[in-house]
């Protein structure tokens, strides 16, 4: 059954705007009490990044919860990870994340987690989604007044966390020694992230790290590196790290300014373990994925899987195959050897545990994978995505390029799960016709 509500990374949208609006999140909570109640959850916790807007999603999830009978441990701002890791040590029988990741302060969405710290099944979903087709009748569908749900408040989850991502990282090692500029996209990591790099010895620079309810992800993050690269060099640092603003994925930038995404800290990730003898498997990446990964992962023998855009997908491959390291070119890093889900801290931590065993710095350290030229444009439409995908003149302009391209690129065209946007990459060996084949298509797709 297609689902009407949940995405690829649950329910997301505009503040104010249906389904992001107090009533709908209010019984969201309360069909997602019932399903999760069925299979015998008594408690929820919830957390939330650093948006205005979360107070008011925050209160009205509470609600639903409580009124399907569900008890509810509020965490306040915290990153994704940590309330998936959280929901397991406070022994909660499931998690709820108020966020909308990297979009701007004007979205807002709702995603769970089940009690193992992964994200809940298509069936659950499907479930929860059936009932929110259901209109409530009073002294029916409501708990009654002795079985409502209680709520409480955690107040040391951030320091439980924050010892958690310290445990990731080697007794034998130290960041002494290293400045990392960390920018934190004024996002639900602003007090968590410095404080794991400050512990375990680095001299950290914070950057964008006073959010003030709308300035999470604006020109900052994971997805605006250039201040951080500034920052950087400035600071003379050794490195710099972006997350996003749940802080479930991480970015690079080294000494010299110079950006370093997810498909090469999946490559340093996978080839110090392949040196180290601790390599379990392969590889899995997405379909965005830069054919450069690939061959760099051949040439050292290691097996690469696609999946699907998102990491839903990767996990679904990474289990599938028993292997534990994943991720997209866009940050998500899954170490399943180490978290159940992306991780922006912990995935940072292992490089630079992978970089510290190498003696190399980070500009260095990359240089055994080389990547492809690739363009990517994001194309925002108005209505139904798959409808443009499947329009005679989008499909001629796919053609076209495939032809230009031969055997020495390709062409990837998806509708993103998150926003009303097509993003169309291109990726060749010759940089000029990879431009000009993606702004080709791009053209025929805004048409």
């Known amino acids: 059954m297609k689902r009407q509500y949940f995405g690829t990374d649950g329910v997301r949208g505009k503040v104010g705007t249906f389904p992001m609006t107090a009533d709908f999140a209010m019984k969201l909570g309360w069909a997602a009490g019932k399903v999760l109640g069925a299979a015998g959850t008594k408690e929820v916790l919830i957390g939330k990044d650093t948006r205005a807007s979360g107070y008011m999603l925050e209160s009205a999830l509470e609600a639903g919860l409580s009124a399907a009978g569900v008890n509810i441990a509020l965490a306040g701002p915290l990153p994704t990870p940590a309330v998936a890791y959280l929901t397991s040590t406070f022994r909660a029988d499931a998690g709820v994340v108020i966020s909308a990741s990297h979009n701007p302060y004007y979205d807002n969405g709702i995603k769970f987690f089940s009690n193992s710290g992964t994200k809940l099944t298509d069936q659950q979903e499907s479930e929860i989604e059936a009932l929110l087709e259901h209109a409530l009748q009073y002294g029916i569908d409501y708990a009654s007044s002795e079985r409502l749900g209680k709520a409480r408040r955690i107040d040391d989850a951030s320091g439980r966390y924050i010892e958690f991502c310290k445990g990731t990282f080697p007794n034998s090692l130290t960041l002494a020694g290293l400045k990392i500029v960390v920018d934190c996209a004024n996002g639900a990591a602003y007090k968590v992230a410095p404080a794991v790099f400050r512990e375990l010895g680095a001299e950290v620079v914070a950057i964008h790290d006073h959010p003030d309810g ?78 450069g990964l690939e061959l760099a992962l051949k040439a050292l023998d290691i097996p690469f899987v696609r999946a699907k855009v998102g990491d839903r997908y990767v996990l679904e491959q990474l289990k599938a195959h028993n292997w534990v390291i994943g991720g997209e070119n866009s940050g998500h890093i899954l170490l399943l050897d180490k978290v159940s889900t992306g991780d922006a801290i912990v995935a940072a931590l292992q490089v630079l545990v992978a970089m510290l065993q190498s003696g190399k710095p980070l500009a260095e350290f990359k240089l055994g994978m080389q990547k492809l030229p690739q363009v990517l444009i994001n194309v925002r439409v108005e209505g139904e995505a798959a409808a443009v995908l499947q329009s005679d003149a989008v499909k001629q302009a796919v053609s076209a390029a495939e032809q230009q391209l031969a055997d020495n690129g390709r062409v990837l065209l998806r509708k993103s799960g998150t926003e009303p946007l097509i993003r169309v990459m291109v990726e060749a060996a010759d940089a000029v016709l990879c431009r000009q084949m993606a702004e080709m298509i791009a053209y025929a797709v805004k048409s």
Request: aromatic share 2%.
């Open 214 to 291: 709308i300035n999470i992800n604006s020109h900052c993050g994971a997805t605006h590196l250039d201040s951080l690269a500034t920052a950087v060099v400035a600071q003379q640092a050794h490195l710099g790290l972006a997350l996003d603003g749940d802080a479930d994925r991480i970015m690079l930038v080294d000494h010299n300014g110079v950006v370093v995404d997810g498909d090469e800290i999946l490559y340093m990730l996978a080839s110090t373990a392949k040196q180290n003898g601790t390599l379990q498997g392969g590889v899995v990446g997405t379909q965005m994925a830069n054919l």
